[in-house]
């Protein structure tokens, strides 16, 4: 069997489904039983492509649920397949990339370890929070945006004078990169983070927002706490609508309803991590990175 084969992780069933249909690869369904003592055991459907598989799974939580069934899948495609590509499209620990406060694991380097180890010749992300967490990997590797898509359905909404916010200084160039794709202006607040506390603060002044609708955009939605800081200082400032555009929602316990809470007209996610917000489907985006 020489096509190519997509071999969905339990993770991103529907993204997997999407690619293999774009890339016209054969799916192979894994099957998850997990025990009681929380291990998982994994049986796929389907034959896998003597040639190249690509292992189609993402890291939200549970995170290292999600890893372990990762390399349990690339390994077994690495028995069948000559070339293993590897579609991670959230990648958990992607934080973890560097050491902070004297101590703390880097994260990122143990992934690199384990990711080459199981079989991977490449691996694929999408927006990663900073391209230093792939630098600690040695195999090659690629980062794909989602913010074209993400623009695309954006720009379907008549918004009024639309600006595009950065909840802080780190996504600059991401809001930088939106406003272009969609032709218009952006601004990126000043946010400071207690790396001890986790508390936030925004010292932004003198901002342009009355009257005009927000799309506060940023790579991961976790706790919510930077998106409904961001918020609760726009509306302050007598701006219109606020909408939210990030590629991957994790929406840990009720961030979501804290941020509507907060005022977020809505948001809109994509399918790296599959939920109510992930309106925006990048199966496209992944299967041109990989042909
Ligand atoms: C921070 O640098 C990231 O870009 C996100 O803004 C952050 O990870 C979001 O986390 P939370 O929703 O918990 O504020």
Redesign the pocket.
């Known amino acids: 069997m020489n096509k190519l084969s997509v071999i969905s992780g339990k993770s991103s069933e529907d993204l997997a489904r999407k690619l293999s249909k774009k890339i016209k690869a054969n799916l192979v369904k894994s099957e998850i039983k997990v025990f009681p003592d929380g291990e998982s055991k994994i049986t796929l459907i389907g034959k896998i492509s003597k040639k190249k598989s690509v292992v189609v799974q993402s890291m939200y939580p549970p995170v290292d649920t999600n890893l372990v069934q990762a390399l349990s899948l690339i390994t077994k495609a690495k028995e069948n397949s000559s070339e293993v590509v590897v579609v991670i499209p959230y990648m958990g620990y992607a934080?973890q990339d560097r050491e902070f406060l004297p101590g703390e694991i880097v994260t990122m380097k143990v992934l690199g370890k384990l990711f080459k180890s199981a079989g991977a010749s490449k691996i694929i992300v999408v927006d990663i929070?900073?391209s230093i967490g792939l630098k600690h990997f040695s195999i090659k590797t690629k980062n794909v945006t989602a913010i074209p898509d993400l623009v695309g359905f954006f720009k379907k909404l008549s918004l009024k004078n639309p600006l595009i916010v950065s909840?802080?200084q780190?996504?600059k160039e991401?809001a930088k990169e939106f406003a272009k794709e969609f032709n218009s202006d952006y601004i990126a607040l000043e946010?400071t983070?207690d790396r001890k506390t986790?508390k936030?603060e925004i010292k932004t002044k003198n901002l342009e927002v009355k009257n005009r609708d927000l799309i506060l955009v940023?790579?991961?939605?976790?706790?919510?706490?930077?998106?409904?800081?961001a918020t609760q200082f726009l509306k302050k400032q007598k701006c219109k609508r606020i909408y939210v555009a990030?590629t991957h929602a994790?929406?840990?316990n009720d961030?979501e309803k804290k941020i509507k809470k907060a005022g977020v007209t809505s948001i809109i996610s994509t399918n790296t991590i599959p939920g109510k917000t992930s309106k925006v489907d990048i199966s496209k985006t992944i299967a041109k990175a990989i042909m």
């Open positions: 934080r929070h900073s909840p802080d780190g996504g991401r946010k983070r986790g936030v940023d790579d991961i939605i976790s706790t919510g706490g930077s998106i409904i800081k990030c994790l929406l840990m961030a």
